[in-house]
């Protein structure tokens, strides 16, 4: 517990750092925030290595390990963009990435010493995959919701014809609509992946390919709605502006729900019980 309230408090002071580089054009901030985005790395994987899984000959997954491994993910993901195609715009970025982080892991605390665990027999390993996959591109459209907020606030900016100093400070909105694009296409991937393997997963298990539980109906929700946001961001149906508010408005409608449902649903197939 001390570790991860040592990892929540670096979270907010990383927080701290990625607002303030936008706010101060200094280099000074974004190289500290990048620091301690790797310590808070570091500090992930020794609260992982520490976490008991394997209980009693089967794998429980505590509904806490739900929120570690995304905030895992989301950080990963946030250091990986300061040495990808997006290095240029990590400043900015990490500004909406970092903050939003940063409340999923103050949320986690609350679940830090929840008894409540999903079980998955050795022998069923092939769950797992489909855990991560799936958290995959829950995680993946948390990007393509940040770049989408960002798209909206430059949008604000460029009309109220705000200090071009500050505006440069952000990404442009194309490389922020190629974000949100690029962002929903992989999302769209690995929720689809790791709802085959969950469907392979089932069948072999259990001879059945659904059990038309609450959670298989909304992860098959999540799926529609990112596959259709996708095919709004192909088919240039709408300008980048509506797509971003509907990609925007449509993470915080799945967000509330999937968080009440791992919270709320106790029982049936693929719940924390």
């Known amino acids: 517990m001390i570790l991860l309230y040592i990892t929540v408090l670096l979270f907010i002071v990383a927080s701290l750092y990625s607002i303030l580089s936008i706010h101060k054009d200094m280099p ?4 500290v925030t990048k620091i301690l985005m790797g310590i808070i790395l570091l500090l992930l994987l020794v609260i992982g290595y520490l976490t008991p899984v394997y209980i009693a000959g089967v794998y429980k997954i505590h509904l806490f390990l739900f929120f570690y491994l995304i905030i895992l993910f989301l950080t990963i993901l946030t250091l990986y963009m300061g040495v990808s195609q997006w290095n240029s715009d990590y400043r900015s970025l990490s500004a909406i990435l970092i ?50 907020v960002l798209y909206i606030i430059v949008s604000w900016q460029l009309q109220k014809k705000s200090s071009m100093k500050f505006i440069n400070r952000f990404p442009s909105l194309t490389v922020l609509s190629k974000l949100t694009k690029f962002s929903l296409s992989r999302s769209l991937f690995f929720f689809t992946a790791g709802i085959i393997i969950g469907i392979i997963m089932l069948f072999e298990v259990y001879g059945n390919i659904s059990f038309g539980s609450p959670k298989e109906i909304l992860m098959y ?20 502006y509506y797509l971003s508010i509907m990609t925007i408005v ?20 693929h719940s924390f019980r």
């Not at 940063?102 to 390993?125: E, K, Q």
């Not at 995959?129 to 995680?139: F, K, N, Q, S």
């Open 221 to 240: 929700t999540a799926w529609t709605i990112i596959f259709i946001l996708w095919l709004v961001s192909r088919s240039h149906i709408t300008s980048n």
């Open 99 to 148: 903050p939003l982080t940063t409340i999923v892991a103050i949320t986690s605390l609350f679940f830090a010493n929840s008894p409540r665990f999903m079980v998955i027999d050795p022998n069923n390993s092939i769950m797992v995959i489909h855990i991560v996959l799936a958290l995959l591109g829950e995680v993946l459209f948390f990007v393509a919701f940040a770049s989408s």
């Open 28 to 31: 000074k901030y974004i190289t």
């Open 250 to 269: 449509s993470f915080l409608i799945l967000m509330i729900v999937f968080t009440a449902s791992n919270v709320v649903i106790t029982s049936g197939f």
